[in-house]
Structures are given as C-alpha cells and as structure tokens.
C-alpha cells in the first residue's frame, strides 16, 4: 500500500496498491521534490475514465515501471473530479502546449510546481507514432539532470505566458434581444438535422444548450428554437446513449447518430438531463419527454443514491464481461442469442424493437439496445415484459463499478432535477430524495461558516475545498427545492452560499468570478472558466443562482452581480453558443424578468391552493420563481403584504417591479405566466 490507502477518492483508493509510490497533491510531495531534486509526476484522472483504468493497468501495475518512477520521480495522483482546480491549471497549460487535452493527463513538473513537459495516455510500447510511457520517463529525466538549466528556463517561461493569458474581456453589461438572437443563429448553423445534436463524432448531450432553446422558445415563440429542442431530445432518447432498460444517459456518443455511447454513466449528465426532459414535457406534453425524465430520475435514485441520501458520482463504463475481463460496455451490449436465453420465443420481437443484430451494432457481434423503429405499431403489454425481463437477467450481470463519492456542485444539479420532476408527475418520492440530498450537503458539506467542501465519501467530509461551481449549482439547487416544498429555510441556505460568491470569488472591479476562492490555496495560476463544458460553468451557474435568489428576495446587490457576471455571455454567446448554453438560459430569463411567482392560501393541505402552487411551478417563463405559504409567513420575501382574495388562495404575479392583479383561478395564473 502506498499514500493514498488514507485518501477518501474512490479513484486515488484504486491506486492505493500500485507499487509507485504515489503522493496526493500536498506541499509535502513538492517539499520532497525539492529535498530531493527530483521531477514530479502529475497524473490526473477519475474513477470511471476508461482509458485511465488502461494506463493504469499497463504502466502504473507494472514493477519495472514503478521501481523507474520511484527512482527518478516525485509520483502525485490527483482526481480531477476533487480537485478541478488543480486539473483546470494543468490542463490549460497542456492544451496550451499541445492543441488537445484529455484524460489521463500527464504533466511534468518542477519541486515548485511549474509544469514543462506534457501529454495524456501514454502506451506501454511505441504506437501509432507515440513513444512509450518508458521512452518519456526516460527522456524526461534526462532532460532533468543534463539540461536543468534549460527545463527550469521552459517551465518559467510556460508559467508566465499563462498568467498573461487573460480571460475574454466581458461587456459592461448583460447580454440582450440582440446576442440572443446572434447565439440562436449559430446555433442553427451547427445543427445537425438529420441527427439532432451539434456538431460531429463524438457527440455529446447538449443539456444546457437545450436549457436555452426551451427558455427561449417560451419567451419568444420562436418554433425553430422548439423544433431543434424537440428533434435533439428525440433522436437521444430513440439511441443507444439513452439505457432502453433502466433509465439514464451514457456520457456521449461515439459516433454522429447517437448509437454508440462511451459507456460511462456520469451523475452531473443525468441530473441536467432528467430536468431538460421534464422541462420539455412542461413546454409540449411529450409522452416521450415524460416518460424519459421518469425514468432517469428512477434512475438516479436506484443506482446513484448512497445510503447517507447523497448521489454517487458516476458508474464506469466497463464491467466484468463473464470472464473475468473488465471489458467496456459489457453490462449492457446483447447478443441475438443471449436475448433467446433469456426471452426465448420472444427474442425476435426484442431484437426487431431494440434493433440487435446478427452483425452488432457494437463489437464483436454484439449490441446496443436503441429503439429505431419510428413506424409500426408494437403490443406495449408485450414489449413491458421484454423490458422487464431484459431489465431482470441484465441486473445478474457483473455491475459496473460505482464511484461513491458524492460531489456538492452535482448533487445541486441532482436536487434540482428531482425536485422538479417530482412535482410536475405527483412524485412526491422523487421530492424526498432531494431532500434527502438537500440535507446531506447542509449537514456535511456545509461548515458554520457557510462554506462547503467539494465532496464527501460515506458521511465524512472530503478535505477540500468547494469551487465556484458547487457554490453555484447547490444554491441553484435549493432555489428549486424552495419553490417545490414551499420551505423557506431552502432559500435561506442559498442566500448564504451566494454571499460566499459575492465576498469571495468576485472580482470587486470588473464583476468577474473566480473558479477558486480569494483564501483558497494558491497555484501557478487562479482558475477562471465561463465557458460550459460537461455541466454548467461556475460562472454560469453562479450568475443564474444570483439571479433567482434576487428576484426571490429584490437584493439588488445580487441582481447586480448577476448581471455583471452576464457580461461575459454578450461576448460569448453570439461567437461560441454550443459552449455558452446555460449562460444564454440565465440571460433569457434575465430578459423575461425574471417573473415572480407568489401563491398564498389557507395551509398546505389545502387544495385550492396546491393547485395554484402546482400551475405556478408549470409556467414555462424563463427562470421564474415561486413562492408558496400563507399570508401571515415569513419564510418567503414575496409574500410579505399577500393576501386572500375573499377568503380564497391567491396568485400574484410580479415583473420588472410591477405586479399583476392577483388571481384565484388556475387558468388565470397560466395565462398570466405564458
């Protein structure tokens, strides 16, 4: 055992029996760097990267290559997904240098940090033009003892280009009509018609930019912006990068047609999409759309949910295959003739709806469930008992490995989309779990000062630090949960992460947000990203989240600093939408208000009053908040001054500081919210 048997990351624990003698990143590993003038070896992952898995079982198993590594080396693991801040820096500098990143990352640096040479997945023997991990261990260390001078001039020089690097300067204020009309335009130039989606292979779920196309759809009626939403969350839902058998998404997809997913099952993926789903099940009435939000949320809860009510992180994309061989996608590929072991006569039926070929659509003869027929007409009895059968024998299988640690940025996302989607389908189970959540993150991700820890593993808190994401998605989070539960305390909550944002990740000059904290340990350079990538940048989450809390509470402070940190979305959404979407979703709802939403009545057992509450949270304007209790409550800001109307619940709606006449009809209330 090595370093990391004491660590709490799920993929530095996978290390913990390799015979390198790996160091967490600590000053105490570049304090030995320096003791014993030594390079480090920065090796950066997470637990279900497939090709991570790879590089570790050729070279990080292997002895010859430990006993070079703990020779020459200083060896520091890091998982990204604990410390983003730390992969943000280096994978900067590695894209930087080399024109493409990805993981495993592997960085070269100096006992002070200062990285010189880079790269990813290295192979154990020279291929396809790339030298062995060997070769580059070797001729690093060459470098490093023979031309020291050299390296230390290459790694000061790299450090100080990346400190010139400034972040595209954002416009003085938040974007309108205009740059919203300019990101929907490119938009329609990427997209794929025939496909839905974005761009080439791979293909990955737009979530956030779906955010966008609805909220803008709403606002302004625009049927293409719908049209796209509709197509994309369609051909997703029919591919094999959605589970036909027990719910959820896939990473991405490896090809253009959404057929072959990179098998990977990630927490942050389904907790967007299950809310995408419901949101286009409240904008068109999809059966598919309900269906598939359903299913994802089951989804989440089944597999993802830990015992101590948090949401694991991710499900790997390989799993033992029935031969002790951990292949990628074994759990959920079939063959024709595993489908008759397990359907018999019904195999047929199965392999006709699922498309499973005698060919494969994946490898070696085998396939992944999709539901290609768009015509035909199908005996839904039947095909419920395929599924289900299907569903039962595949649970038999060797499960993928489960990374446990639970991630508060994600976990936000998750409450969000459980909260939700519990309240539009009267799943009052799927509420409980984001509670469940909710409560998870207060009691041990949140200390007494209001500041949060990025992740927690089994009930004990991880040691570092929470960035500007998590700030930002646990408050969006509890927004959600305030408005579905009518609990005040929730926006409370948020009210204090988002006075951690103001204080400490906000540039008092320019309203720019830092992704790590002003006290937070300082590397070679402060991490700040607006662009979105997997989920929702921190700055973008941050900027939607003050939003809401103040058109919940008028704090114009917040309003503010929303619509400062929008400035970046008026320089970048008209040049790069795909990677901007939920900014663009945070300034449609700026644009629309956002609305304000107060429903007051007798209690909460109360019909007339649930019902109100429940046409409230289905209004699709762009971002609007809801708040629900009775008029002498003082958990919400919006309903101070709230009345009955004649004795009967009643519906204000407020905008732009001017409030509607109030309401006491459902079908008044969704007029005044379309």
């Known amino acids: 055992m090595n370093r990391l048997a004491h660590e709490t990351s799920p993929y530095l624990l ?31 992952g997470y637990s279900s990267c497939h090709w991570c898995h790879v590089m570790a079982h050729e070279s990080f198993e292997d002895q010859g290559t430990a006993d070079y590594l703990n020779e020459h080396f200083v060896s520091v693991k890091v998982d990204r997904e604990e410390r983003p801040d730390v992969d943000a820096v280096y994978m900067e500098a590695v894209q930087a240098a080399t024109g493409h990143g990805g993981w495993p990352m592997t960085v070269f640096l100096t006992p002070d940090a200062e990285p010189f040479y880079f790269g990813t997945y290295y192979p154990p023997a020279p291929r396809h033009g790339m030298p062995s991990f060997r070769q580059v261990l070797e001729g690093v260390q060459q470098a490093w003892t023979t031309r020291h001078d050299e390296v230390s001039e290459v790694a000061g020089k790299i450090v100080r280009d990346l400190a010139q690097r400034e972040i595209v300067r954002q416009a003085a204020e938040a974007p ?161 003739a595993q489908l008759r072991d397990v359907l018999g006569d019904d195999a047929g039926l199965a392999a006709q709806y699922f498309g499973v070929t005698d060919e494969g659509t994946f490898e070696h003869g085998r396939s992944v469930l999709q539901l290609p027929q768009t015509e035909g007409v199908f005996d839904a009895e039947k095909i419920a008992s395929v599924r289900r059968r299907l569903f039962d024998a595949r649970a038999r299988r060797p499960a993928p490995g489960r990374d446990d640690k639970v991630v508060a940025a994600w976990n936000g996302l998750a409450v969000a989309a459980l909260a939700e989607t519990g309240a539009y389908f009267g799943r009052p189970d799927l509420v409980e779990a984001a509670l469940g959540a909710a409560d998870l993150l207060v ?28 700030y930002g998605d646990v408050a969006e989070g509890f927004l959600a949960l305030a408005s579905v539960t009518g609990e005040g305390v929730w926006l409370d909550f948020a009210g204090l992460l988002l006075d951690q944002v103001l204080t400490r990740f906000t540039d008092p000059e320019t309203g720019a947000l830092f992704d790590t904290a002003s006290d937070a340990e300082r590397l070679i350079r402060r991490p700040q990203e607006p662009t979105d990538n997997a989920a929702p940048s921190g700055w973008t989450a941050a900027a939607g989240a ?30 790069v939408p795909r990677f901007i979407g939920w900014g663009l979703a945070a300034a449609e709802a700026l644009l629309d208000g956002p609305r304000e939403v107060a429903v007051v009545g007798p209690g909460p057992d109360d019909e007339r009053t ?42 204000y709606v407020c905008r732009g500081f001017v409030c509607d006449l109030p309401v006491t009809d459902p079908e008044a209330l969704r007029a005044k919210l379309a």
């Open 14 to 44: 996978q290390h913990a029996d390799n015979p390198v003698d790996w160091w967490p990143w600590s000053a105490e590993a570049f304090a030995e760097a320096r003791r014993t003038n030594k390079p480090v070896l920065l090796s950066v």
């Open 176 to 336: 309108g009509e205009q740059e919203l009309a300019q990101a929907l335009l490119g938009l329609t130039r990427e997209y794929d018609p025939q496909r839905g989606g974005f761009g080439g292979a791979p293909k990955f779920p737009p979530s956030m930019v779906l955010e966008f196309l609805l909220r803008h759809h709403a606002r302004t009626g625009a049927e293409g912006a719908l049209q796209m939403a509709v197509d994309t969350c369609e051909r997703m839902a029919r591919g094999g990068i959605y589970d036909q058998l027990g719910g959820g998404f896939a990473r991405y997809s490896v090809d253009r047609d959404w057929t072959v997913p990179h098998f990977e099952k990630m927490l942050y993926d389904n907790a967007l999409l299950c809310r995408v789903y419901a949101h286009l099940w409240r904008a068109t009435g999809s059966d598919l759309a309900r269906r598939v939000a359903l299913e994802t949320a089951d989804f989440l809860v089944r597999e993802l949910r830990t015992p101590e009510g948090g949401f694991a992180s991710a499900l790997d994309a390989d799993s033992d295959d029935g031969t002790g061989r951990h292949v990628e996608g074994a759990y959920y590929v079939w063959t024709p």
């Open 443 to 470: 009691r041990v991700h949140l200390d007494e000062h209001a500041r949060l820890a990025r992740t927690s593993k089994d009930g004990r808190v991880g040691p570092n630090a929470g960035v500007l994401e998590d």
């Open 546 to 575: 003050l939003l809401g809390y103040a058109a919940h509470t008028g704090s114009e402070a917040h309003r503010v600093a929303a619509e400062r940190a929008l400035g970046v979305v008026k320089t970048l959404g008209p040049r």
């Open 610 to 651: 649930a019902a109100l509450h429940r046409t409230a949270l289905l209004g699709a304007a762009p971002g609007a908040v809801v708040a629900c209790g009775t008029p002498d409550g003082d958990e919400f800001p919006l309903l101070a001054g709230r009345t009955l109307i004649d004795g009967a619940p009643a519906a």
